[in-house]
């Protein structure tokens, strides 16, 4: 069965440091998002990426966020500088064509330390 | 952001018995819902969904069940088994055109004892 695969599984970083999150969505999804889940907190809402372009974004996704689709296969989410608040796990997720009904599969998540 | 609620932060039952997990809502703009079944260190896992133009849709052991009017919605799981031990999230989507985030409740964390 088709899954998200994300990598890398843990990463920690040192505070102020750009992090890159890798993400390889199902292959013939058109739709991506990014959510992040702080310890003990909500599943939250990122950014979702259709055709080259962020299609929607919430008020977290802030200038410090960027994410990209620099070949066929990945979805990047990069932190430029990261901030101990970032420390969260981050979930990939990808769906087939984004309109009423349609599923979202999430990957299993990169934890991402800021110390 | 208090827009969908699970209130049970935690559900224990028995083997075989009946598991009947809640998600209460507060914007009507909600139009579909969805539930999540997720396990330690993996991602949320897709389970069943639920459009707003119905009040129930069933999947094997898994049946939705969506009041509008009550702005709630609850899975049902029977027979419970050990394997759905897990943390269960519902998630809703908002009904406008290029409307895509899911906003999710804090979760249940649900245990099946033999």
């Known amino acids: 069965e088709p899954e998200v695969t994300q990598t890398p599984s843990h990463q920690v970083t040192q505070m102020g440091q750009e992090v890159i999150l890798r993400c390889v969505p199902i292959s013939n999804h058109l739709y991506f998002y990014w959510y992040r889940q702080i310890l003990g907190q909500k599943v939250e809402f990122l950014v979702s990426?259709?055709?080259?372009?962020?299609?929607?974004k919430s008020e977290i996704f802030d200038d410090q966020f960027s994410v990209e689709r620099p070949d066929g296969s990945n979805f990047t989410l990069k932190i430029r500088s990261t901030k101990l608040e970032d420390s969260a796990m981050y979930f990939c997720?990808?769906?087939?064509?984004?309109?009423?009904?349609?599923?979202?599969?999430f990957g299993p998540g990169t934890r991402l330390t800021v110390l | 952001d208090q827009q969908v609620k699970q209130n049970s932060p935690s559900l224990s039952v028995q083997e075989g018995r009946i598991s009947i997990l809640n998600c209460d809502y507060t914007?009507?703009?909600?139009?579909?819902f969805l539930w999540y079944k997720k396990y330690p260190a993996e991602g949320p896992t897709f389970l069943i969904s639920i459009s707003s133009i119905k009040d129930k849709n069933e999947d094997g052991r898994f049946t939705v069940f969506l009041n509008k009017s009550a702005k709630h919605l609850s899975l049902h799981i029977v027979p419970s088994q050990p394997g759905d031990s897990a943390v269960y999230f519902c998630a809703a989507r908002l009904a406008y055109q290029g409307a895509q985030k899911l906003v999710f409740g804090q979760g249940t964390r649900l245990t099946i004892n033999p």
């Open positions: 997720a990808s769906s087939e064509h984004g309109v009423f009904g349609d599923t979202q599969y």
């Open positions: 914007n009507s703009m909600f139009d579909y």
């Open positions: 990426f259709y055709n080259n372009e962020i299609s929607e």
